[in-house]
C-alpha cells in the first residue's frame, strides 16, 4: 500500500549539485511531516533534513546551507536539492515521515567523488 520512491541520485565531483525526488503515496502526506534520511556506507541511517506540513525545513549541521527540502503537497513529493556536495554526503538517500515512519523505499544513490 505504501511506496515511496526516490530518484535523482548519481556521481557526482566535490562541489557539484544534485536534487533528489521522492514521490509518495499510501500515505497522507498533506498531513505528514517528512524528512530525507541518509545512509552512508558502515553507518546507521540517520536524518539528514526535515520539513513541516507547512513547509518549515530543518536540516542538520552538515547540510545547513548547502542542503533544501522542499515539498509540492499537491503531487505528494518532496524533494532535496543538495549544492556544494562534500565526500561525506555519499550515501543512499532515503524519504519517509518523521514519525511513525513507513515502510522504507530503495531509496537513491549519491556518491561524491573526485
Known amino acids: 500500500q505504501v511506496q515511496l520512491v526516490e530518484s535523482g541520485g548519481g556521481l557526482v565531483q566535490p562541489g557539484g549539485s544534485l536534487r533528489l525526488s521522492c514521490a509518495a503515496s499510501?500515505?497522507?502526506?498533506?498531513?505528514?511531516?517528512m524528512g530525507w534520511y541518509r545512509q552512508a556506507p558502515g553507518k546507521q541511517r540517520e536524518l539528514v533534513a526535515s520539513?513541516?506540513?507547512?513547509?518549515?525545513?530543518i536540516n542538520t549541521d552538515s547540510a545547513k546551507g548547502r542542503f533544501t527540502i522542499s515539498r509540492d503537497n499537491a503531487n505528494n513529493t518532496l524533494y532535496l536539492q543538495m549544492n556544494s556536495l562534500k565526500l561525506e554526503d555519499t550515501g543512499v538517500y532515503y524519504c519517509?515521515?518523521?514519525?511513525?515512519?513507513?515502510?522504507w523505499g530503495q531509496g537513491t544513490q549519491v556518491t561524491v567523488s573526485s
Open positions: 519517509n515521515k518523521v514519525s511513525f515512519l513507513a515502510s
Open positions: 520539513i513541516t506540513t507547512g513547509g518549515i525545513a
Open positions: 499510501g500515505i497522507k502526506f498533506s498531513s505528514s511531516a
